[in-house]
């Protein structure tokens, strides 16, 4: 029976496959979506001491925007940094980081050089070494852009003219940036034609980041990104010019995301714990965004006997229970809770706090419940002062889902190993905590455990043919039992 149950399940399910189409509901309008082409580009940022620390930590927050909207990868974008003033320091070259995340945390570890301002010395620099083969160059192809963007806010103490005509000779395309004090002829010196589009001023490095929309435009490239499959729909991508539609198959809902397909309304059975460090680095203001990450996610859950628990773990020196799975029977009361929770402010034990969630958060005596799927999600905003190689290994031992969302000085190694399998779906990174609302959007999706609404149809066709056999069945059994009583009554007589 078992055999012939399953034979119908998946007959049902590869039925059911072939006639799935287009959900009737519109999907959501993407805005127009671009893949930037591939690209190395190195950015020349001037640390002269007129850069006061504050303003250069303003730029670096640019420099982390601009990377943010980039493709990153070998075969897509690189990046390189060149910091210069008296001299010139080679921050990291084109092949030093393959990942997006990789680069946010080099460029928030840059320090201002704070001597003189010899550009035409780090445009030299930039020809004959960042550009290079063997910093991670590619060869020079019509496929291959090649791009400079330089900042700068004062008059250079060398020459640029005849350095940067032999870097557009090059095919190094120039965008230069100037602020304040800069010198603006020199930048027209050293800008690729034609210098409109290569020519920047801001008044203050405190409106730098307003180009930062400029360059996300120069960098991309639209093109019908359906048929070429640069594309982040989860199911089905519908052209719509330079833009495209995301749209589900029949029996799927379309996220919010606008991209990821689910046919799970947050009803699936779910003991969800959260592992959150409220350790000195992430500051009071910052920890009040963390709150709202948390509480972001809470809403798209349905949370019930049933369904969805919720259990809340902060850490930093120690490790503090903040409320355990099941305590709060609704949103509302977890939400309330969140919001009343104090912020600890001491140091990053991650290590402690990964054992505390193995050893204790599922734990029948925490409101863990046997069978329904565990999922943790760990927010970190810096490196772990203990190991947590043994504990992860253990979650993951265990069958935890585990999400690994890293702010600012995060680790990327660290986070990686956090993550479960596949890793590109359970980490995520962002430079900036007014930006985690990105990543919570990210998440409502992926923390559901789905169920295929297929499945469940095939389940109930099969159950129909069941109670169909059974009622001709038993017609057949009452007509065998008339019929046998009337010859038995033949024969008597």
Wanted: a positive charge.
């Amino acid at each position: 029976m078992p055999v012939i149950f399953s034979g119908l399940i998946l007959l049902s399910v590869l039925l059911l496959s072939q006639e799935r189409g287009v959900r009737g509901v519109p999907p959501q309008l993407r805005g127009v979506q671009c893949r930037t082409r591939p690209t190395d580009l190195v950015f020349i940022v001037d640390s002269s001491r007129s850069v006061r620390p504050s303003e250069f930590e303003q730029v670096k927050v640019f420099l982390s925007q601009v990377i943010e909207s980039l493709d990153v990868g070998p075969n897509s974008t690189r990046v390189g940094v060149v910091n210069y003033a008296s001299a010139v320091k080679n921050e990291f070259s084109l092949k030093t980081h393959r990942t997006k995340a990789g680069l946010l945390q080099a460029v928030r570890r840059i320090e201002p050089l704070s001597t003189g301002t010899m550009t035409g010395l780090a445009i030299q620099f930039a020809i004959n070494r960042a550009f290079s083969e063997v910093e991670g160059a590619r060869v020079r192809s019509p496929e291959i852009n090649k791009v400079a963007i330089i900042v700068t806010d004062g008059r250079p103490q060398d020459g640029v003219k005849d350095v940067s005509a032999r870097a557009r000779a090059l095919g190094i395309e120039i965008f230069a940036i100037g602020v304040g004090r800069v010198d603006r002829p020199t930048l027209r010196q050293m800008a690729s034609e034609p210098l409109d589009e290569h020519v920047d001023y801001v008044e203050s490095y405190s409106v730098i980041e307003k180009l930062t929309k400029k360059f996300q435009e120069a960098f991309c490239a639209v093109s019908d990104l359906c048929a070429t499959g640069d594309h982040d729909c989860q199911q089905i991508c519908v052209s719509a010019g330079p833009s495209y539609t995301c749209a589900c198959r029949e029996g799927f809902t379309l996220h919010s995301d606008g991209k990821s397909c689910t046919a799970c309304s947050g009803g699936a059975a779910t003991d969800l714990v959260f592992l959150i460090d409220g350790s000195k680095s992430v500051r009071p203001e910052n920890f009040e965004l963390v709150k709202r990450f948390i509480n972001q996610i809470v809403d798209s859950l349905d949370v019930s006997d049933k369904n969805a628990h919720v259990g809340l773990v902060q850490y930093s020196s120690s490790v503090r229970q903040e409320f355990p799975l099941g305590q709060y029977k609704n949103k509302k009361d977890i939400k309330a809770a969140v919001r009343r929770m104090s912020y600890m402010e001491k140091g990053t034990m991650t290590g402690q706090a990964l054992k505390f969630l193995v050893d204790n958060s599922f734990a029948i005596s925490s409101g863990g419940r046997p069978g329904v799927p565990k999922v943790a999600i760990v927010f970190t905003d810096g490196r772990s002062q203990d190991y947590i190689n043994d504990a992860t290994k253990k979650a993951k031992e265990l069958g935890y889902k585990m999400f690994a969302v890293g702010v600012g000085n995060a680790v990327e190694d660290e986070l990686r190993e956090i993550a479960s399998e596949p890793v590109s779906e359970h980490y995520f990174y962002t430079a900036d905590f007014r930006t985690i609302n990105q990543i919570g959007k990210k998440l409502q999706s992926k923390i559901c455990v789905e169920e295929d609404p297929c499945e469940c149809e095939a389940i109930v066709k099969y159950q129909t043919k069941v109670d169909n056999l059974i009622k001709a069945l038993t017609r057949k059994y009452i007509l065998w039992k008339w019929f046998r009583a009337g010859y038995i009554r033949a024969m008597i007589y």
